[in-house]
């Protein structure tokens, strides 16, 4: 028999299992095989940049609609619907925001406008850069970096973030100040310690730039307190063909191979 779930006072379910995916970039191949292999969680948490880049924004925003019951907005997510200026981006990023503006039904696009900045659930915190700054355009590179969301989590004992395409964490005892930095770039488990809080970072699933090109997702258990990072081989090379086909930057898709 399963389970009963659990409810907080509120009447909230507490203790599920959550698919954790980000920066997706408008991949479809790298999406689907992870949400095949997220195909048993209870919740799929999706942490923005949910297009750029990439040559599928429409189909990928549908099954962000359709599959992901949490979802923050990342800044490519806002350049291609005007909230932020894409003057801010690089100029081939921009090129490809450009691209996308010109594909996404206006659905999808309204959508993307709707998407809240940050997200609260009473198991985790989530946003896609930094919760000082949910946009930002600087990287959560270091401990001292992390500082400031560790600053404005409350009572949250665990945030997941994205922005970085890096697969990492950080912990923080609660009451002490050092703040550690842990790589995960080839998967790994973490287990939660109930003295300590924690930045998450699953890595991306379309573009990742940690040196490991496979695709990266999370499984965060909250019953059993850990949260599982997965790389994932998918069809890179289809990408890569129907981005150039697309006519997207070339300096895009090559560096789908090398994971940077
Ligand atoms: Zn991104």
């Known amino acids: 028999m399963a389970a009963e779930p659990l409810l907080t006072r509120s009447g909230q379910v507490v203790g599920l299992k959550y698919g954790v995916i980000s920066d997706i970039h408008s991949n479809l191949e790298a999406l689907t095989v992870a949400l095949e292999f997220l195909s048993d969680v ?31 907005l990342g800044n490519h997510d806002a350049a291609v619907t005007a909230r932020i200026s894409p003057s801010w981006f690089n100029l081939i990023a921009r090129e490809a925001i450009e691209w996308t503006v010109e594909q996404l039904t206006s659905t999808n696009r309204s959508f993307l406008e709707n998407l809240r900045l940050v997200q609260e659930t009473p198991d985790f915190i989530a946003v896609h850069a930094t919760l000082d700054n949910p946009l930002s355009f600087e990287y959560m590179r270091s401990p001292y970096d992390a500082r400031s969301t560790f600053a404005e989590m409350d009572e949250h004992q665990v945030c997941f973030i994205g922005h970085t395409h890096v ?93 940077w």
Not at 212 to 220: D, E, L
Request: include cysteine.
């Open 42 to 72: 209870d919740r799929i948490v999706c942490l923005g940049d949910i297009v750029g880049y990439g040559p599928n924004p429409n189909e990928c925003c549908e099954i962000a609609r359709d599959k992901a019951t949490v979802v923050v």
């Open 167 to 259: 697969a990492e964490y950080y912990s923080n005892k609660y009451d002490e100040p050092t703040v550690f930095q842990i790589g995960i770039v080839d998967g790994g488990v973490v287990e939660l310690e109930s003295d300590t809080r924690y930045i998450i970072n699953c890595g991306s699933v379309g573009q990742p730039r940690d040196g490991n090109p496979k695709a990266s997702v999370g499984i965060y258990d909250a019953e059993a307190r850990t949260v599982t990072i997965q790389r994932l081989e998918y069809p890179i090379e289809v990408t890569q063909r129907k981005m150039r086909s697309a006519g997207l930057p070339e300096p895009l898709w090559k560096r789908l191979e090398y994971g």
